[in-house]
């Protein structure tokens, strides 16, 4: 899948649990979106369900709605006559209109097609939380490797106030407030770590996948959107495919309503024996459909029939318009993030270590190191955020073009 960012040296392996390397699972974007398509629990349920819209299929392709019917009826006959049995046997069989029978049918399939659409539509909304959620396990990852380097960093000026009170040249205040701060990046550390459980626990939530995971991905930039492209795909979104076979269901009703006009029609056969003769008749049924006619199925498949297909023209609007917003929003995502590193990242290493170098032999003061060292710290974190956020917004520009399926 194509999510996009501005580049960034982050790539490799970047395990959220700790553990054996071999126990663990290393998971690319579409190794999680393979794994969420195949087992996630909300797509397989909606696979699931599809078999109980089938069933419908089953009895509307029933050629005969109605089972034979067969009576017996048997007495004496008492009279001026010596007594005798008499008996009735017969068997009957209604039919109904073909085209009421073709009626159901095409509204059983039509909401097969509506039962299929909505499973790619919830295939569709949980790749986009599936893929969300990898970026941001990878983000989470980065986060503690940025801790940590700022714990390093912390130890580093630690050490150079402990030498330089050592030496008679700083404060025991100083030190104090250089062992808080490496306390402090260490307690960042720990919370970036929890942060790296959450996104675990939740991508094998999505995927339901047991044991210890890896995810080998990154931030870095693919390429621009197809815009032409998109805009063609979200023509087959599954939202709208799912309406167009409602709006088809809601006819086959009206089609179904038109043959309950249509009389039903059976025959029968009867054999009996009265008073030691044997009778055989013939014989032919019509129902006249003269008060119930699928009045009222014809009032709602009409009413439902105009609602859904407003809705329909109302979803092709309203996707149009989320597109043209998601568009927006990642080219301005991908702009915040190429700011911050054309013009703010180029020598934050440098002078991270000339902040080290000055302190060291007494040219800056520990406030300024402490200061200059938080400013390194969050201008790394909103990078890596901006990045976070570039990459969230391709993925939701795929999503709602219907390209995640």
């Known amino acids: ?66 089972n034979p019917e067969l009576d017996v009826v048997f007495g004496t006959r008492a009279g001026a006559n010596p007594r005798s049995t008499d008996f009735q046997l017969g068997a009957a069989q209604m039919f109904e209109p073909a085209a009421r ?13 509506e039962g299929i659409a909505m499973a790619e539509e919830t295939t569709r909304d949980v790749l986009r939380e599936a893929a969300a959620t990898f970026y941001q396990a990878v983000y989470a990852a980065e986060r503690v490797r940025l801790t940590v380097a700022s714990v390093d960093l912390a130890n580093s000026i630690f050490q150079a106030a ?11 205040l100083d030190v104090n407030l250089a062992r808080s701060a490496v306390a402090r990046a260490r307690a960042e550390r720990e ?8 996104a675990l626990g939740a991508l094998q939530a999505q995927i339901r996948l047991e044991g ?22 979200l023509d087959q979104r599954p939202e709208l495919r799912a309406l167009a076979a409602a709006i088809r269901a809601a006819e086959a009703d009206l089609a179904l309503a038109q043959s309950l006009s249509k009389a039903n029609y059976g025959v029968g056969i009867r054999v ?36 859904l297909r407003f809705e329909l023209e109302a979803a092709r609007a309203r996707l ?38 000055s302190f060291d032999v007494g040219q800056i003061g520990l406030p300024d190191v402490l200061l200059i060292r938080r400013e390194l710290l969050e201008t790394r974190s909103q ?23």
């Open 272 to 307: 009996q024996r009265e008073s030691g003769d044997n009778i055989v008749l013939g014989g032919f049924t019509v129902s006249l459909p003269t008060f119930s006619k699928g009045q009222e199925l014809n009032a709602t498949g009409t009413a439902r029939a105009a609602r």
């Open 191 to 198: 919370a970036a770590e929890a942060d790296q459980a959450v």
């Open 162 to 172: 402990d030498r330089r009170f050592r030496a008679g040249d700083l404060a025991v």
């Open 101 to 113: 029978r073709a009626a159901r049918v095409g509204g059983a399939t039509a909401q097969i097609d």
């Open 320 to 357: 149009r318009i989320e597109l043209r917003t998601a568009l927006a929003t990642h080219r301005h995502r991908v702009a915040a993030a190429r700011l911050l590193e054309a013009e703010v990242l180029p020598g934050l290493d440098e002078n991270a270590a000339l902040t080290t170098r």
């Open 212 to 233: 210890s995971i890896a995810v080998e991905g990154t931030l870095a930039a693919t390429e621009a959107p197809d815009i032409a492209a998109l805009t063609q795909s």
């Open 383 to 405: 990078y890596l955020s901006a990045l976070l956020e570039a990459a969230l917004a391709r993925v939701a520009v795929d999503a709602t073009a219907g390209v995640l399926r």
């Open 1 to 66: 899948m194509r999510v996009a960012c501005t580049a960034l040296a982050l790539s490799g392996v970047v395990m959220l649990c700790p553990g054996p390397a071999g126990a663990q699972t290393v998971l690319t974007l579409a190794d999680v979106l393979a794994k969420a398509r195949d087992q996630a629990p909300r797509i397989v349920s909606a696979r699931l369900a599809l078999a109980e819209t089938r069933g419908r299929l089953v009895g509307a392709s029933m050629r005969y709605q109605s």
